[in-house]
């Protein structure tokens, strides 16, 4: 998806233009997140960008969406453009080494429970 979404309307009342956005986001991420995966990957990411413009758009994370959309409307920006591109990704495995460390911390603190 690459929108430039218009916040402004005759008869449509700004915080439902703010809402409607936000559904229309949320619906397509359930739709995108629901298509079948290719075999080498484990979940769908997404690539986003958000702005006042294409060209002043930046980097976000999935996440940050509509914490970026509820501060457009508390700008009140007359539009603002979003781009989401779903990308097939694997998890990356975490090195056993840190695996290590972490389970050492665990045991770590457990003995040092019961000596009190």
């Known amino acids: 998806m690459k929108k430039t979404f218009k916040l402004s309307h005759p008869t449509i009342k700004y915080p439902r233009l703010i809402e409607a956005t936000k559904h229309e986001v949320k619906k397509y991420l359930k739709r995108e997140r629901n298509k079948k995966l290719p075999e080498y990957a484990d979940f769908w990411g997404f690539d986003c960008r ?67």
């Open 50 to 116: 958000f702005g006042q413009t294409e060209d002043s758009a930046e980097e976000i994370h999935v996440a940050q969406i509509n914490e970026k959309i509820s501060f457009a409307e508390s700008q009140e920006w007359t539009q603002f453009y979003l781009e989401i591109l779903a990308a097939p990704a694997q998890r990356a495995k975490r090195d056993t080494l840190e695996q290590d460390e972490a389970q050492e911390g665990e045991f770590e603190e457990q003995d040092g429970d019961e000596e009190r």
